[in-house]
């Protein structure tokens, strides 16, 4: 069954740092990007941080220079490491992988981490 878990979320002090951690299962293969998005209440769901089978990688502009997105492929596990936290940072974080398939691109999403950042 294509899953992923993810884990890392919490409470966290501004200036704060935490790392999300994202795992594929073994039915999920032939991956295009593995990234994080994520939706705070009352908001649309936005983008954070892509990284490519190719190892580019694309940030958000309100994340830049703060957070750092990686991947390991043995583990099939994508990671974010999110530095200098913000109060506006808070949000559930959810992790998304595109498989690539026949005409395009499979997606799918996990369950989301909440992520708070107050003092």
């Known amino acids: 069954q294509a899953q992923l878990v993810e884990s890392g979320g919490g409470l966290v002090q501004p200036g704060g740092s935490l790392r999300l951690s994202c795992a594929a299962s073994?039915?999920?293969?032939?991956?295009?990007?593995m990234g994080w998005y994520r939706q705070a209440p009352g908001k649309q769901r936005e983008l954070v941080a892509v990284?490519?089978?190719?190892?580019?990688?694309n940030y958000a502009d309100a994340v830049k220079d703060r957070f750092a997105i990686s991947r390991d492929n043995a583990k099939n596990t994508v990671y974010l490491q999110m530095n200098s936290l913000k109060a506006e940072d808070t949000a559930v974080y959810y992790c998304?992988?595109?498989?690539?398939?026949?005409?395009?691109?499979?997606?799918?999403w996990g369950q989301g981490t909440l992520v708070t950042v107050s003092s």
């Open positions: 998304n992988v595109e498989q690539r398939a026949s005409g395009g691109y499979l997606e799918v």
């Open positions: 073994s039915a999920i293969f032939n991956i295009h990007a």
């Open positions: 990284i490519y089978s190719g190892g580019s990688t």
